[in-house]
């Protein structure tokens, strides 16, 4: 077990170091930095001279080494665009993702757990159609889309929240709703096909053979097998939601990673964009570790492997 | 080689007759009948395909049936509401956005550009994700772990960043749009294909194939391959809807279809601005979108239902 | 003791509705056991046997509907029962089942000692020690050493074997008073087979219980059942003793499937019997008897008349119309060639196929990360197959024999050691020259044929692969193929799930057959096929092999399947060909344990005969752990020293080859 630990989270690693070795070239590659922290009409020279004093000139490799070995000791770099520390400016954003995303999940659960255990206990009811039609429905309604409609909606005609912001809990309302219904598609139709396919296991009928029934036999026998995929796709999910609710943050202007990240972006601030997505891989991988830990004690299989 | 083909032993004839099982013709279709036959009593299917029907009909003939050229600004006949709200014209049908330019040959217009890039992006994602798949699948061994792997590192990166990312360093327009969408989502395709090929590669048909000297290749090719082409369809269309949407946010966030082209999402950005007061400006490209991209999910979840064939039957 | 039947059913049936019509998988069922007594019901595939022990317990898919006049379990109709009554009162409680499939049937998450207790604590007021004390007397009892610690262990730990006795000492928990048992020992290997079947009959005794045994063998039923009900599309045909109606069968199903089995009429190498065409579907309205489309009796009154149970005693019934004019019908084989084939015409002592020493290792990773483990799946296996005999390749699951015929064809390299055939080394063979001369044909006709080709498309491709003449010199030969091996034209453009089981087989062996090799490797060619379907494709097999002038490698678990087809039988046991000889030698005259053991195990239809104990000690073995000195020292009754020190190395005794410290000379057979 110790060692399976240890080699998921290499690998763990090992995905963080190559996707943000990635980035960091693209940009390398494809902009100029020093270009960007003089600014657009900055003479060459001047340009010239800021890509010395900066290291721009070394090669790709030693540059990320550089980088990395400074993320190690907690240092990001300097935003060109902000200029200020790039950990600083994680920190003042990170708060308004986090709290996004734990909300946002909780509304994810509220609504497609029920739903999908309701539709597989009763295939084909009024339930199952119900939500089937709320998954279809909910997968072609674009995202920032329904932000926009809700907001006409709730905040606009009937004035119960806020339009935008993020400085009260009423302001988490309406995104965490709207990024929360996003996930319940896929949350939803996988908790369904799984409690139905566990159901019709061949060690559900020994179960009822032995005598189990109705919630006995859900909770006591099904429920701990169909969870299995639901863990993993939960984890999947939040670390979607981590990774910078793009959409929703900027809908709703929101202070977010997110956010941050389209900025940093859109101002070729490589140092924050680099930071972000290291940032953003190491969550998923740990998180997607984290359910598979989850799963392995959950089920023996995998944990005697 | 083969001398004796033409032996017709009697005793073979009397037994095929007497003793061979019956085709019980009512007993089965063949697979293509069996699923059309399906399709014809799967309602989902049919909402779905004739809606895609219409949007494909409309982005064909956009010269012909737009009412206005979807360029063509008209700043005295700005923000018009569609007709039937007060202050609307006839001429114009849905109205028109804050240039003046028609809401409803944009809204036309703009089925080319989600079809385009649906079809488009979701056929660049399926060369990428079969063919890794495929090779993953049939060929195991340090293939499969590298492919995996790959799967790891696409699946951790948040997918919006990277494709605006690409996008804002690359350059906007159409062709980079399908390709960086497509780019960027293979890993379902991986996923579906390689574990078929792990299924099928173990079937007694391949090893036959293999015994009668086929290569690997051709084995993957001519044998595995056409087995996933249900498998392979249905997610088509998904990732079709899926290409779609993208297209639509990235454009909203202004990193997708450079304007002035009439992308749906574009739209909808363009209307935020005032959608306190033109909601329609939001609205109706929105319902748009809403309308393909359901349409395009029923077609695709009523394949795979109809597809679906009981492998004992 | 009261004579009061335990379990009486009336006119039950059940009904599935399907997309476009109603099935009806159960039809008008009547049933009697009494206290102590175990019935076998038989059927082949989709005869209903399942759906009526589920219709018992209540636990139909949702789908299907259920009717009966009764079901009287110790004087109570369970039709009245709720959905409550039957869970808290009936199942688990009263009547206990087993079921096929012992590696699915466990929940997989929770441990043995969960799942044995819960059925104690689920219907009785006991604590959990009390409950343990059960499950560990329990374990103990259905042979499982160290059955306090195997509380601890999850299914995954155990095998299949293993698996079903925890299954079986689940089902004794609450002392039932009828044991149902589905196909119990299917999915397990022979030896196993005899082991479980054995301890299901001490058990039932002892406890004196009644079971009701559903099985496809024959042979099985032969051997455990007081009495017999044969099942056919739904319905009860016949009912009786076991020695009544086996050895006395009245309905002509039962006379043409008993015809079916190898081995049944004592002269083995008779052509064997069959039953022409196939069940029909029960769906709409039944006329007439549903046997009668296949029947060689019908008369017009079959066809269109429901049949009567003629009732010989109370407990003797076959439901038939017994046509007066058809009454001098004899049961007799399947017209062919020959009725008897004694010896293959052709054979001779000109090796065709020499394996020669071949050893084979590999390396199996445990998870994802696991540790690479090695797994010798062949050691020093030497094999010759002569011209135009048939060799019968017998094992269990997991001896090595599928990693053996892959090295035969040439599509695993050996480390060490070499295929020869025809004077050529197969690895030296290019792939087109090589698919000339040997050809495989599978076990399971559902995963051997392309479900996106044609039958034609199936049955030629080798030609168009091989580029063998034009497109309709190609076209000729499919339908000459098809018509050899009993297609008929119009199946050439349908599609493999078109066609039954039986056809299926039949267009691969085509596939086989049409570059005309001169060795076929058969993997199992009938072990999916119900019997009556597999006696026409045996029939069909050696027909072929006179015609065509072929030599067979026939891989079988099926001891009956080598009676009936073999020349020379090998026996493997974990990588190792442990015995090799003429047929009837390795047969009547075994001389190392575990082919005496594996004989003592294939149960022939023998009523009044019980399941002979093999005295064989534990599981078949992980091959990954493969035990020191001669691999089957562990299980073998007569293991000394020197098998657990030194493997032995081949001798040949007689015309044998053997490989045993103790090898037998052929008279003084101990009794095992």
């Not at chain 3, 399971?444 to 392309?450: H, I, V």
């Not at chain 3, 026939?554 to 026996?571: G, K, W």
């Not at chain 3, 005794?653 to 045993?660: A, M, T, Y």
Request: with cysteine; hydrophobic share 45%.
């Amino acid at each position: 077990m110790a060692s399976y630990i240890l080699r998921r989270g290499l690998l763990a690693l090992l995905v963080a170091l190559v996707v943000s070795f990635g980035t960091f070239a693209l940009f390398y590659f494809a902009t100029d930095p020093a270009q960007t922290i003089a600014g657009e009409d900055a003479p060459p020279e001047m340009v010239e001279e800021i890509r010395q004093e900066y290291g721009f000139d070394r090669p790709v490799s030693v540059q990320y080494v550089a980088w990395l070995g400074g993320v190690f000791q907690g240092d990001f770099g300097e935003s060109y665009f902000w200029k200020q520390p790039v950990g600083e400016l994680i920190r003042e954003h990170a708060g308004v993702t986090i709290i996004l995303a734990l909300s946002s999940l909780m509304v994810t659960i509220l609504i497609a757990l029920p739903l999908g255990i309701g539709a597989a206990l009763k295939p084909n009811s009024w339930v199952d159609r119900f939500a089937l039609s709320t998954a279809v429905s909910a997968q072609a309604i674009p995202n920032f889309w329904l932000g926009l409609m809700v907001i006409i909606l709730l905040a606009v005609m009937f004035p119960i929240f806020p339009v935008s912001g993020d400085a009260t809990w009423r302001h988490y309302v309406l995104p965490a709703l709207v990024l929360g219904a996003s996930s319940v598609p896929a949350v939803m139709r996988l908790t369904r096909t799984g409690l139905l396919e566990v159901l019709g296991a061949d060690y559900i009928r020994t179960a009822r053979a032995k005598g189990f029934m109705g919630y006995q036999l859900i909770f006591r026998q099904a429920l701990r097998n169909a969870l299995l995929p639901v863990v993993s796709v939960l984890a999947v999910q939040l670390g979607h939601k981590l990774g910078g609710s793009v959409v929703t943050e900027s809908v709703f202007s929101m202070n977010g990673l997110g956010r941050l990240a389209v900025e940093s972006i859109f101002n070729s601030d490589i140092p924050t964009v680099q930071s972000l997505i290291l940032i953003f891989v190491l969550t998923f991988v740990l998180l997607t570790l984290a359910a598979d830990l989850i799963n392995a004690w959950l089920d023996p299989r995998i944990r005697m492997g | 080689m083969m001398t004796t083909d033409t032996v017709k032993n009697p005793r073979f004839v009397a037994e095929s007759q007497t003793d061979g099982e019956q085709v019980d013709t009512g007993l089965g279709l063949s697979p293509a009948k069996a699923a059309l036959k399906r399709a014809r009593g799967h309602t989902g299917l049919k909402i779905g395909f004739g809606i895609i029907l219409l949007m494909v009909f409309l982005a064909l003939f956009a010269p012909w049936l737009a009412p206005h050229d979807p360029y063509v600004q008209n700043l005295p006949m700005r923000l018009l509401p569609p007709a039937w709200v007060d202050g609307g014209e006839w001429r114009y049908l849905l109205g028109t956005d804050h240039l003046g330019r028609d809401y409803l040959s944009r809204i036309i217009y703009g089925a080319r550009i989600s079809l385009a890039i649906g079809i488009g992006a979701a056929t660049v994602g399926a060369i990428i994700g079969v063919t890794l798949g495929l090779l993953a699948g049939y060929f195991g061994g340090w293939l499969d772990q590298a492919v995996n792997f790959l799967v790891t590192c696409q699946l951790a990166i948040p997918s919006l960043l990277l494709i605006m990312a690409l996008v804002f360093v690359i350059g906007q327009s159409i062709t980079v749009v399908i390709f960086v969408i497509g780019a960027t989502h293979w890993v379902f395709y991986l996923v579906v294909t390689r574990s078929a090929t792990l299924r099928l590669r173990e079937m007694d048909f391949v090893a036959a194939a293999r015994s009668m000297g086929c290569s690997r290749f051709q084995v993957a090719v001519r044998e595995v391959l056409p087995n996933l082409s249900n498998q392979i369809m249905v997610i088509f269309t998904l990732e079709v809807a899926i290409a779609i949407l993208s297209e639509a946010t990235l454009s909203f966030l202004g990193l997708g279809i450079p304007s002035p082209m009439p992308s749906w999402g574009l739209m909808i950005a363009e209307g935020k601005t005032s959608m306190f007061f033109q909601p329609w400006l939001v609205v109706l490209p929105g319902l748009a979108l809403f309308m393909l991209v359901i349409a395009v999910n029923l077609l695709g979840d009523g394949v795979r239902d109809v597809t679906v064939t009981d492998r004992r039957s | 003791m009261n004579t009061q039947p335990l379990l009486d059913i009336r006119n039950l049936s059940v009904e599935i509705p399907t997309e476009s019509s109603t099935l009806k998988a159960v039809r008008g069922v009547d049933l009697e056991l009494k206290r102590g007594e175990t019935l076998g019901i038989v059927g082949e595939s989709g005869s209903g046997k399942s759906m009526t022990a589920l219709a018992m317990m209540s636990l139909l898919p949702p789908a299907a509907r259920r009717s009966a006049a009764c079901i009287n379990f110790d004087g109570a109709d369970l039709m009245q029962a709720s959905e409550h009554d039957f869970a808290v009162q009936v199942r688990g409680q009263r009547i206990g089942m087993i079921f096929q499939e012992p590696m699915t049937s466990l929940n997989p998450v929770y441990t043995i000692g969960r799942q044995l207790k819960e059925t104690m604590t689920l219907h009785r007021k006991v604590s959990e020690s009390e409950a343990e004390v059960r499950a560990i007397h329990l374990l103990e009892k259905v042979g499982l050493p160290d059955p306090a610690s195997r509380l601890k262990q999850y299914p995954h730990e155990l095998s299949g074997g293993q698996r079903q006795r925890v299954m079986i000492a689940m089902a004794l928990m609450n002392e039932p008073e009828l044991l149902i048992a589905d196909e119990p020992t299917t999915a397990l290997d022979v030896t196993i087979q005899a082991q479980i079947l054995r301890l299901l009959r001490d058990l039932q005794q002892e406890l004196g219980m009644s079971m009701i045994l559903i099985t496809h063998d024959l042979g099985v039923v032969s051997r455990a059942a007081d009495k017999i009900a044969v099942m056919y599309a739904g319905d009860i045909v016949e009912t009786g003793t076991t020695e009544e109606v086996l050895l006395n069968p009245r309905h002509p199903y039962t006379q043409g499937l008993l015809e079916c089995v190898p081995g049944y009429r004592n002269g083995a190498l008779k052509r064997l019997g069959s039953i022409p065409g196939i069940v029909p579907s029960m769906t709409g309205t039944v006329q007439g008897c549903a046997f009668a489309s296949r029947c060689p009796r019908a008369v017009d009154t079959c066809r269109t008349q429901t049949p009567p149970s003629q009732e010989i005693s109370p407990q003797r019934m076959y439901v038939c119309h017994d046509p007066q004019e058809t009454r001098d019908w004899q049961p007799s084989p399947a017209p062919g060639l020959s009725q008897d084939m004694l010896v293959s015409p052709s054979q001779g002592q000109t090796p065709i196929l020499s394996v020669n020493s071949v050893s084979c290792t590999f390396s199996v990773r445990r998870g994802m990360f696991g540790k690479r483990i090695p797994l010798r799946a062949m050691n020093d296996i030497s094999l010759q197959v002569n011209k135009g005999e048939v060799l019968a390749l017998v094992g269990e699951s997991g001896c090595g024999k599928t990693t053996l015929t892959r090295t035969i064809m040439g599509l695993q390299q050996p480390d060490t050691g070499s295929v020869v055939l025809n004077g050529q080394r197969i690895e030296t063979l290019p792939a087109m020259q090589r698919a000339r001369m040997i050809q495989p044909i599978f076990q399971d006709p559902y995963s051997s044929l392309n479900p996106r080709k044609t039958i034609g498309e199936i049955i030629g491709k080798p030609l168009a692969v091989h580029k063998l003449g034009s497109r309709q010199e190609q076209l000729a030969k499919t339908y000459s193929m098809m018509e050899l091996v009993g297609l008929p034209r119009r199946v050439f453009n349908s599609y493999p799930n078109q066609l039954s089981g039986g056809q299926r087989q039949r267009a691969a062996i085509g596939r086989a057959l049409i570059m005309r090799p001169e060795v076929v490797i058969c993997d199992e060619p009938t072990s999916a096929l119900d019997v009556s379907v597999q006696a026409q494709i045996l029939n069909l097999l050696l027909d072929l092999r006179d015609e065509l002038d072929l030599t067979y490698l026939f891989v079988t678990h099926n001891l009956s399947v080598v009676q009936h087809m073999a020349d020379r039988v090998a026996v493997m046991y974990l990588g190792e060909i442990v015995e090799c000889g003429d047929r009837d030698d390795v047969m009547l005259n075994p001389r190392h344990p575990y082919t005496r053991a594996l004989m003592d195990s294939a149960l022939s239809i023998a009523p009044g005969e019980i399941v002979p104990d093999l005295g064989l000690s534990g599981d078949f073995p992980n091959p990954m752990n493969r035990p020191a000195g001669c691999a089957f020292n562990p299980r073998c009754p007569i293991a000394e020293q020197v098998c657990r020190e030194r493997a032995p190395a081949p001798e040949i005794i007689g015309s044998s080859l053997v490989r045993c410290w103790k090898a037998q000379p052929s008279s003084d057979r101990p009794i095992a």
